[in-house]
């Protein structure tokens, strides 16, 4: 299983900008998936989750401004990010807790490369 991450960038305080995280191999089903963070010196933090349901989490830092999203039949979340501030440049990672082979599979979590999101003017 493989997560690709793309979307990041370097954006204007107060822009925005779209992230998008397609899972792809051996697939069965996926249970969730989400936006983690990590800024210089920080510990990595969830940024928004999203559940098969739609049932969404976000953190309380970016309520209001990013909006989680996913498409089921492709295996991709998005996360659009408006309002941007100097204070969300981080690298930004995608995870996803997915059933690899059948029903009875485990659920394990996988994790993308990290798209650099950097807001500065």
């Known amino acids: 299983v493989q997560l690709q991450a793309s979307g990041g960038g370097l954006v204007q305080p107060g822009g925005s900008l779209r992230l998008a995280c397609a899972a792809s191999?051996?697939?069965?089903?996926?249970?969730?998936m989400g936006w983690y963070r990590q800024a210089p010196g920080k510990q990595r933090e969830l940024v928004a989750h999203?559940?098969?349901?739609?049932?969404?989490n976000y953190a309380d830092s970016v309520k209001g401004r990013f909006t989680i999203s996913s498409d089921n039949a492709k295996n991709t979340v998005y996360l659009q990010m408006n309002s941007l501030r100097p204070e969300d440049t981080a690298v930004y990672y995608c995870?996803?807790?997915?059933?690899?082979?059948?029903?009875?599979?485990?659920?394990?979590?996988?994790w993308g490369q990290g798209t650099q999101v950097t807001v500065s003017s």
């Open positions: 995870a996803a807790d997915l059933k690899t082979r059948t029903y009875f599979s485990p659920v394990t979590t996988y």
């Open positions: 191999g051996t697939i069965f089903r996926v249970s969730s």
């Open positions: 999203i559940t098969y349901s739609g049932t969404t």
